[in-house]
């Protein structure tokens, strides 16, 4: 939530620029494309060797032809072998292949309305991207067998001839064979499953409702299955590789059913699709909400130590992927400029399920947490609207605006229309717009319908606008006048930057006898004044005291009243809020009585958030405090943030307790990483030689703690560990899901290096872009970027042309800040040529962010017997 000045993600070649554009400059907005000949069906009939890892196909679209007499049709299809196109109904095609799309044209135009069938045979061998193979290896003989499909945002082309955008919407069937042994799944319900004479199977799966390509799924393989009975007649299921056992899929998802029977009471509509299965396999990297068959990494296969630290955070993914049902699935944004109807609202899902299952408390803090994560994004890198049609390639629109900024948003407007109007608009658009695709003016409309409310001006401002307020509070008491002066400004306008000052409504509450006193005041300009009666000088004075708006604020009422607020707060924000202001000043006493609030605090959100206060404060005070907390905190909620917020701070206290906290042992995973990593942060302190036993070490099925210590002997700066995690990135010396992190700390560790050794890591990382496992390329384009050496681009460039073009926009990124990093630092650059660079620099960051979050997000299980890799949606081969 807070910037840490020892992640060295945050150094990327040092450079900082206030403000920078989401798109590169001169990118053109982006339509959805016409459709003149319309697909509504696609049969698949696939036969699957994964031996080979190779795939026969035969696609055949059903489609009509819509105005205009249109002869011509457009598929995308990459990197496929004998492709040929024939008419089903006695209309002569001719078409050409590219390597990229298919152009299909008829001789005779199509009649409007008028239907045709046109089938497609090809075949596959290891598509580069969006179907995925893993079978054992002479390395690996005990890897999965399986292949799987992944296809967000616009990786569908790489298996299926289709229009791959998702304003051209199909009904599926599939006709998938494959050997006998193996669980053949994909969207829709099961028709038939046939046994072959050959030793092989066929299933028929059919899906009655359209469905983009983007969200069409196909998984095949050796499968352990945990069978969840039924949720309305529709079949609940979850399924994974050998690796896991049933008991470790029901532990992980066995609240499934509940979370349905919430949804279809919150959202008043009935399941909309024939089942609900879930599968998770290594090295997909996060979740994907494939229509009834939602995809998962296997890292959210929870053991019962994991389960400890990670319940809550698989149930949150779960009410997410689920949530897009219908918003996403069922509702299907027209094209991506839009694509908050489904992420922003899959994000505020998280939020009412936890409103109306665990609490305020856990309610204010993920609406809390949403504003700061879309805060320091928009601090940090960019500032875009909601919804925006300028965008380089569509998997760049997966941001935290789109998510927490989005779905922040959809609070703040429920808040503002009233509970009982904005869910009854909710329900009656989830109704309207079923199995149709919308844009955001119709989500606005309907509100606009059953609200009576003109919402254009708000729309404008929150969703197609950029930014956010900033509001700087003050109060006064004034005794003899019985009155309570509040101070209001907005400090964020830029009109450079396109940051207005916002019109909005906002809560002043104060405390007085015990009770909260709230008054609904209108912002319209930039500063104002608000005098309030009041009989008494208040015991606390808040802003937004209902947590509702979005915002950054600043207010500082006094000791006195902060150090009430601490205690005495109904909502855990409040409390949050006073302890991070009181420390703000850092003096002892305030220091003492946060630090004593802690230990009485109940909520561990509250108690994340103060550790991670002291370890900002910068007194000797905090640290005392912090290091205290270090060695008693035991709750798995809390301990691997205590940790995290322990490597900000470089003292002997904070190495002392977290060693101490190691010697005696600790058992979750998640925690050690943070604990290793608070080590490493010691830099000069280091234990070096500790951290490098740990980088040998199997703790954990998954690998979490080798890569903790992976990234501590980057942190430490320390010539030394360079050679540890040179020796860690080849084959063999750890497991691949351990491996990435080797990589990419191997370049965050050779930028502290002495020019002259810089060379040997970059070309170490250099060879890695051709490593067989993709997760482990991806690794070392993130390295490389770290390292920040410009001679590194003809590599990178050689590297861009085997990936996906929303993989290659990455690579763009990190080119393009290398460049600028050279030119800003040739001697005698103009100034203004450097500030113009450095802010160039800074797409190097946008580009870090998405790969580290793909080598971060897998950590798999540990050992020899390594199940696979992958960058965070792509499984790959050893």
């Not at 016409?34 to 696939?46: G, K, M, Q, T």
């Not at 850092?586 to 002291?614: C, H, P, Q």
């Not at 005698?828 to 580290?852: H, M, Y």
Request: proline fraction near 4%.
């Amino acid at each position: 939530m807070h910037h840490d000045d020892h992640d060295d993600r945050a150094h990327v070649l040092g450079c900082r620029a206030a403000h920078r554009d989401f798109a590169p400059k001169g990118t053109a907005p982006v339509y959805p494309p016409d459709v003149s000949i319309e697909p509504f069906h696609i049969d698949i009939d696939y036969r699957f060797d994964l031996v080979a890892q190779s795939v026969v196909g035969r696609v055949t679209h059903s489609m009509r032809g819509r105005n205009g007499d249109p002869t011509r049709l457009v598929l995308h299809a990459v990197d496929f072998a004998d492709v040929v196109c024939e008419g089903l109904d006695g209309r002569d095609v001719t078409f050409r292949y590219d390597g990229r799309e298919i152009t299909i044209d008829w001789e005779q135009p199509f009649d409007e309305g008028e239907e045709r069938k046109l089938l497609v045979t090809f075949r596959l061998e290891n598509p580069g991207t969006g179907l995925f193979f893993s079978k054992p290896s002479e390395s690996f003989p005990d890897r999965a067998w399986y292949a799987a499909t992944d296809n967000e945002t616009e990786r569908a082309r790489f298996w299926l001839p289709t229009v791959d955008l998702p304003s051209v919407r199909c009904t599926l069937d599939f006709h998938l064979t494959a050997h006998a042994a193996y669980t053949i799944l994909a969207n829709g319900a099961l028709e038939s499953e046939t046994e072959n004479d050959d030793g092989t199977k066929t299933a028929h799966w059919r899906l009655e409702q359209p469905c983009p390509s983007y969200l069409t799924c196909i998984a095949i393989g050796d499968f352990v299955a945990h069978e969840d009975g039924d949720f309305g007649g529709r079949p609940v299921a979850a399924f994974t590789s050998r690796k896991f056992a049933a008991a470790d899929l029901e532990r992980s998802f066995g609240r499934t059913r509940e979370m349905l029977a919430w949804m279809e009471q919150k959202l008043g509509r009935e399941f909309p699709f024939p089942k609900y299965y879930q599968y998770a396999l290594p090295g997909f990297g996060g979740a994907m909400e494939n229509i009834s068959l939602v995809s998962w990494d296997d890292q959210f296969v929870l053991d019962e130590t994991l389960a400890k630290e990670w319940t809550w955070l698989v149930d949150q993914i779960n009410v997410h992927e689920m949530a897009h049902s219908y918003f996403g699935d069922m509702i299907v944004c027209r094209d991506f400029a839009h694509a908050w109807l489904k992420e922003s609202w899959a994000t505020y899902m998280e939020q009412l399920w936890l409103e109306d299952k665990k609490g305020k408390d856990e309610s204010d803090y993920n609406f809390l947490h949403n504003i700061e994560r879309y805060c320091l994004e928009a601090d940090k890198r960019y500032k875009r609207p909601i919804v925006t049609r300028k965008f380089d390639h569509s998997w760049h629109m997966y941001d935290g605006h789109l998510y927490p900024g989005g779905g922040a948003r959809l609070h703040m407007l429920r808040r503002e229309l009233g509970c009982d109007v904005f869910f009854e608009g909710v329900r009656r658009y989830v109704d309207r717009y079923a199995f149709r695709t919308v844009e955001t003016d119709d989500f606005r409309r309907t509100l606009e319908e059953v609200s009576g409310k003109s919402l254009g001006k708000w729309f404008d401002q929150w969703i197609h606008g950029k930014g956010y307020p900033v509001v700087k509070a003050s109060f006064q008491y004034d005794k003899k006048a019985a009155q309570g002066t509040f101070s209001i400004e907005q400090t964020q306008a830029d009109a450079k930057a396109g940051v207005p000052v916002f019109e909005m409504s906002l809560d002043l509450g104060w405390v007085a006898g015990g009770e909260m006193n709230v008054r609904k005041v209108v912002l319209d300009k930039a500063k104002h004044v608000f005098v309030v009666a009041m009989d008494e000088e208040p015991q606390q004075v808040r802003i937004d005291p209902e947590n509702r708006t979005v915002m950054k604020l600043e207010l500082d009422p006094g000791e006195a009243k902060l150090l009430v607020q601490l205690t005495a707060a109904t909502d855990v924000v409040g409390r949050i809020r006073a302890a991070r202001t009181l420390l703000d000043g850092g003096r002892r006493k305030r220091v003492d009585a946060v630090a004593a609030a802690y230990a009485n605090e109940s909520f561990w959100g509250v108690r994340v958030e103060i550790a991670d206060a002291l370890a900002g404060a910068g007194t000797q005070a905090a640290v005392e405090a912090l290091a205290k907390i270090v060695a008693d905190e035991q709750d798995p909620m809390v301990l691997a943030a205590v940790f995290t917020a322990a490597a900000r701070v470089r003292a002997p206290q904070i190495r002392d307790a977290v060693e101490t906290r190691l010697d005696d042992g600790i058992d979750l995973y998640r925690a050690r990483q943070a604990a290793l990593s608070a080590l490493g942060a010691q830099r000069g302190d280091a234990p070096i030689e500790r951290l490098t036993v740990a980088a040998s070490e199997v703790h954990d099925p998954y690998g979490i703690g080798r890569a903790g210590a992976f990234r501590a002997l980057a942190a430490s700066r320390s010539e030394h560990a360079v050679e540890t995690l040179a020796a860690h990135t080849a084959p063999g010396t750890c497991s691949n899901r351990c491996r990435p992190a080797a990589v990419m700390s191997l370049g965050a560790a050779g930028r502290w290096l002495p020019p002259h050794r810089r060379d040997a890591v970059r070309e170490r990382l250099e060879d890695l872009l051709r490593d067989p496992i993709d997760r482990v390329r991806a690794a070392a384009a993130a390295g490389l970027a770290a390292l920040g050496e410009a001679a590194a681009i003809p590599a990178l460039a050689s590297h861009r042309s085997t990936l996906s073009d929303q993989e290659a926009a990455d690579i763009d990124r990190i080119v393009t800040g290398l460049r600028g990093a050279a030119a800003a630092q040739k001697p005698g650059a103009k100034n203004e040529a450097v500030d113009e660079l450095r802010k160039t620099v800074r797409k190097l960051e946008d580009a870090l962010e998405k790969l580290t979050a793909r080598v971060d997000a897998t950590s798999g299980p540990d050992g020899d017997d390594d199940d696979g890799d992958a960058d965070a949606a792509a499984p790959s081969e050893e």
